[in-house]
């Protein structure tokens, strides 16, 4: 049985995987300062896309290779894991801070 989602490798447990550390980010994504909500925000676009990609019928294989598919998904998921660690070593701004920093 192939696992892959298509010919680009990637497999419906990376998918998954992928989906669940997103979808932790996003729970927390109102305690990212804002340089890194605004990755978060273009990392979400590029993780919708994957998702329908990789729904048969849903997907443009023809627009993008199999090989830029794969190179999509590792970009997000290299993103991801960095805002995630980023989390766990910045404490977030309080809104007054977070203003504060806007206006310089």
Do not use: T, W, Y
Request: negative net charge; without cysteine.
């Amino acid at each position: 049985m192939n696992k892959n989602i298509d010919d680009s490798g990637i497999q419906k447990e990376e998918l998954q995987q992928l989906e669940q550390v997103h979808d932790e980010l996003r729970g927390q994504a109102h305690l990212l300062k804002p340089d890194a909500k605004r990755d978060f925000d273009q990392l979400e676009r590029k993780f919708e896309q994957i998702k329908r990609d990789a729904q048969p019928g849903l997907g443009q294989p023809a627009q993008a290779s199999a090989g830029a598919r794969r190179q999509l998904f590792d970009s997000v998921k290299e993103g991801l894991a960095r805002l995630s660690r980023s989390l766990q070593r910045e404490p977030a701004l309080s809104g007054a801070e977070e203003e504060e920093e806007e206006e310089h």
